[in-house]
């Protein structure tokens, strides 16, 4: 189920939150509890006992851990540690890493049969159940006593799909507060949030994605006859795309956690208007990036042991965030082109960007739409050789005039709408309250439009 489905939108999302709010506040983990399962299993239950046995072991081995001592202690959590991602690993990677064995080697070894979809936001809660694990072994939090309140923090249903990554600490106050979570204030600010991230995702994300998909698609021109101009009016295309479904996405996810009582850390704050890459990965996919300094950087020695070893920091660091997002070589490559990016900011460049005005911004768009081509790149229809032949030798082939014609306002609403421009322009009509209501309710009429004649397509983000 996805929450831009006439299904979740008119079905579960209304009666789940009727439930919710009409039980009392001691019942409101459970309800939440049996919600979050229905949602998990809507597509069928064959992962289910798997994140199941996830959640009964993680919840012991916590407890057993903040008790423990001497050995034991220190044993426990790289006991989970290990258990969780090597769940994660035989997922997501097991063919990935044989089928790069076969290659080098010629070993010969069969690959598994995993079958071609992934269990439901594994990628996601292993990195929760990973962070909550640490935090209770370095004593940032207690040991959650309650089975029921650990397993709506992992099984959530409004962070399933594509995250936001949200620690438990950053949850726990309000879990444990079922009775003055839930305010009329949040549900109003909730409700904005899912609307607004609702309209990000099926009037510009899927619009413009098809821009991209008539140039690569089945039924597209095929990459190989566009000119480089339409080339790169697909990638930039894409780039919106991705921002849009990704971020739209993650509003959804934090406008639901709100209207059940949560308030979870953004994940997107315009990435686009950034002046630097390192900026850009400051306001870009925020809580995996968090993840990644709070549990690799940082107790790897992050810049306190000298420039080599944080230069080997980032590297591992980089190369994780590549391999997170898939078992494909074009991500490693996206991770460590940041890298390299990251480095040469760090040691040469910064100090002229921060003096810049227009040119960082033009800079930093360039190399991530850039790095969105290689990003894209196990696509079928999207070699990244034929694409980086085509982005910078300059060939003719298709012109991109009949796309622009066809989709320049979309487009140009894009950029618009990835500026700050449209938060600014909310925030002057919200002191106007019928102003408000009128701009709010025309944008749920023209999403649910979008809804009803769309296919319901997952975000891009929930592949990963």
């Known amino acids: 189920m996805v929450f831009n489905s006439v299904v979740f939108l008119f079905c579960f999302l209304p009666l789940s939150l009727l439930l919710y709010y009409l039980v009392p ?79 080098i080697g010629h070993f010969g070894i069969a690959s598994l049969s995993l079958g071609t979809v992934l269990p439901l936001g594994i990628s996601y809660y292993i990195f929760k159940i990973i962070s909550y694990e640490v935090d209770v072994y370095t004593g940032k939090i207690a040991p959650e006593k309650n089975f029921v309140t650990f397993a709506v923090y992992v099984l959530f249903f409004p962070q399933l799909i594509v995250g936001p990554i949200v620690k438990y600490r950053e949850m726990a106050d309000q879990l444990h507060d079922a009775a003055n979570r839930c305010t009329l204030a949040r549900a109003e600010r909730g409700a904005e949030m899912f609307v607004f991230g609702l309209a990000k995702k099926v009037i510009l994300a899927d619009s413009i994605g098809a821009l991209w998909t008539d140039i690569i698609g089945a039924g597209g021109v095929g990459l190989v006859n566009a000119s480089t101009p339409l080339a790169w009016l697909g990638i930039i295309a894409y780039s919106l795309q991705l921002y849009f479904d990704f971020a739209g996405y993650s509003e959804m996810s934090n406008g ?116 969105w081509g290689i990003f894209t790149a196990n696509q079928p229809g999207a070699p990244l050789g034929l694409l980086l032949q085509k982005l910078f030798v300059l060939q003719g082939g298709i012109s991109p005039l009949y796309y622009l014609r066809n989709y320049g306002v979309l487009l140009v ?46 975000a891009l983000y929930a592949n990963f």
């Open 256 to 371: 639901l956690a709100a209207m059940l009582g949560f308030d979870c850390p953004a994940n997107f704050n315009l990435p686009y208007i950034s002046a630097s890459i390192t900026e850009f990965w400051r306001r870009w996919h925020m809580t995996l990036s968090g993840w990644f300094r709070d549990y690799i950087y940082i107790p790897m020695g992050g810049n306190r042991k000298g420039p080599a070893r944080q230069l080997f920091n980032m590297l591992l660091v980089w190369a994780a965030t590549g391999i997170w997002h898939g078992a494909s070589w074009n991500f490693i490559a996206w991770g460590l082109y940041y890298f390299v990016l990251l480095t040469i900011e760090k040691n040469f460049l910064m100090k002229y960007l921060k003096k810049g005005k227009v040119w960082p911004h033009l800079y930093t768009l360039f190399f991530v739409v850039l790095g």
């Open 25 to 103: 506040g001691r019942a409101k983990n459970a309800v939440l509890l049996a919600e979050s399962l229905a949602f998990y299993c809507w597509t069928g239950i064959e992962f289910l006992p798997l994140i199941a046995v996830l959640i009964v072991f993680n919840y012991l081995c916590a407890l057993v851990t903040a008790k423990a001592r001497g050995r034991l202690r220190g044993l426990l959590p790289v006991v989970s540690v290990v258990v969780n991602l090597g769940v994660l690993v035989y997922f997501k990677y097991a063919n990935f890493l044989i089928d790069t064995l076969n290659q």
């Open 413 to 458: 609403l894009g950029c618009v709408c990835s500026s700050a421009l449209p938060r600014w322009l909310w925030e002057k009509i919200s002191r106007n309250t019928a102003a408000k209501l009128i701009v709010f309710a025309g944008t749920i009429v023209i999403s649910v439009c979008y809804v009803v004649a769309a296919t319901n397509a997952t």
